[in-house]
Nanobody
Framework: QVQLVESGGGLVQPGGSLRLSCVAS????????MGWYRQAPGKQRETVAV???????NYADSVKGRFTISRDNAKNTVYLQMNSLKPEDTAVYYC??????????WGQGTQVTVSS
């Protein structure tokens, strides 16, 4: 059974930090790289960061130097540390396997709102 449970979102002021967590079912976590995605109101879902099985990472240009993706294999958990948050980071954040498609299973996501 597929499981993707995101948490850690909230309301934060510009310049603040949040750490998102995602617990994934082992079938996804062990077979694929993992990614964080986000969808802002009226916009398409976009890839924010990915981490490959070997630990290498890639980031969207808009978050490079501010966000860090990591994983804990023992806990089937992937994290997204977000620093220096900006209002344009406001979105619902989701985790999923790397290169997930719209038709794949998605969790409920976690809302991140950056506002003063």
């Amino acid at each position: 059974q597929v499981q993707l449970v995101e948490s850690g979102g909230g309301l934060v002021q510009p310049g603040g930090s949040l750490r998102l967590s995602c617990v994934a079912s082992r079938s996804i976590f062990t077979l694929y790289g993992m990614g964080w995605y986000r969808q802002a109101p009226g916009k398409q879902r976009e890839t924010v960061a990915v981490i490959f099985s070997g630990g290498s990472t890639n980031y969207a240009d808009s978050v490079k130097g501010r966000f860090t993706i990591s994983r804990d294999n023992a806990k089937n958990t992937v994290y997204l540390q977000m620093n220096s948050l900006k209002p344009e980071d406001t979105a619902v954040y989701y985790c999923n396997k790397r290169a997930a498609l719209p038709g794949d299973y998605w969790g409920q996501g976690t809302q991140v709102t950056v506002s003063s």
